[in-house]
């Protein structure tokens, strides 16, 4: 994800565990929605998300199935710093907006699609 000229976030996708957002998320990728977003949330402590307008751009107003509902392993996967998962509710989740934990967080644990990790954080 490029954030800026001066900051890069690389991100590795993980789709053993998660292929249907992994897919969703690649061909978006693939086209440069995500690339200069602006950072819509900033928690410190806690997460960092991009900005987005579901329900507005049909490119990116997807939904899919909650993997962390029918992959145990995905729901085995502990949030710690860098864990990129998919947003929504327990119900529902994106194929397009995720977020990235800036710490560790319990309350995430089984609830969201986890569907990769930072690799490198740059500028």
């Not at 993980?14 to 929605?33: D, F, H, N, R, T």
């Amino acid at each position: 994800m490029t954030v800026n000229e001066n900051a890069v976030i690389h991100f590795e996708l993980w789709p053993e565990i998660a292929p249907i957002a992994c897919g969703s998320v690649m061909q978006l990728a693939e086209k440069k929605i995500f690339d200069r977003r602006a950072i819509e949330r900033l928690e410190p402590g806690f997460v960092l998300q991009p900005l987005f307008f579901d329900g507005v751009d049909p490119q990116i107003d997807i939904m899919v199935e909650p993997e962390f509902k029918t992959n145990p392993e995905n729901a085995k996967i502990v949030f710690e710093r860098g864990i990129v998962a998919m947003a929504g509710d327990p119900e529902n989740s994106s194929g397009s907006q995720y977020y990235i934990t800036l710490a560790a967080s319990e309350r995430l644990n089984g609830n969201f699609t986890v569907i990769g990790k930072v690799d490198r954080w740059l500028g």
